[in-house]
């Protein structure tokens, strides 16, 4: 994949970009959800029928950089790394997507908050965190098995979903996978201009 000319902005420019109502390969962009230093991420809905139409999904938007080739192959990593992933509590990457400049994550969309900002707005039971910390052993145990490392485990990167309050671990943008990290993974161009994520399901 040629990246050359990726998530440039020129000299003043924001780092930061409106997106609701564009088109990201076929998702309409309805919410900005995170406003981060590095990334954007945003509740989309699908909109050109080859998905399933009015699936909500989140695209996670690398900010606009400066000419930083190392931040946008960090990106396709954390992506490549997570879409390997089939796990209950791990949120699921579909695939990498570009929009001019941009470069986003297509990701399973979790309603709710990060786990900090739940347990600044709600009282948490001992009950809850003990099968919390239960599943969560749970999840890393199995990410370990296949090889993985989180390295950033924290309240932000957990979601935790309003309608049962289970959780789910994101954030894989500082991960490492040891043993299969495979040079066989590729991304591949689609059609209508989405990155996929071959050889996934291994
Ligand atoms: N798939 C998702 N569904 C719903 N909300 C999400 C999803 N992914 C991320 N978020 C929200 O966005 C926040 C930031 O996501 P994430 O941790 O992946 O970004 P980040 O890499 O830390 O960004 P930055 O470094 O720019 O702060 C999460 O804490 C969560 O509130
Ligand atoms: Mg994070």
Redesign the pocket.
Known sequence: MNLKGWCRVKEGENHTVKLTGENIGGYKVEEK??Q????T?WRCSCQDGRGRWGQTI?V?VLNPYRDNPLQINQFIKEAKIQGKIFHENV?RVYGIVRKENLLGML????YG??LKIVSQTTEIKTDWLIRFFSRLASAIGYLHSRGIVHNDIKP??I?IRKVDRDFKL??F?FAESLRWWSKKATIQEEPRGIWLLREARV
Do not use: F, H, L
């Not at 990701?107 to 979790?110: A, I, K, L, P, R």
């Open positions: 959800r995170w981060g230093a590095t990334s991420v989140a996670k949120v990701m399973e969309y979790v908050d990060n932000e990167n979601i994101t954030d943008g």
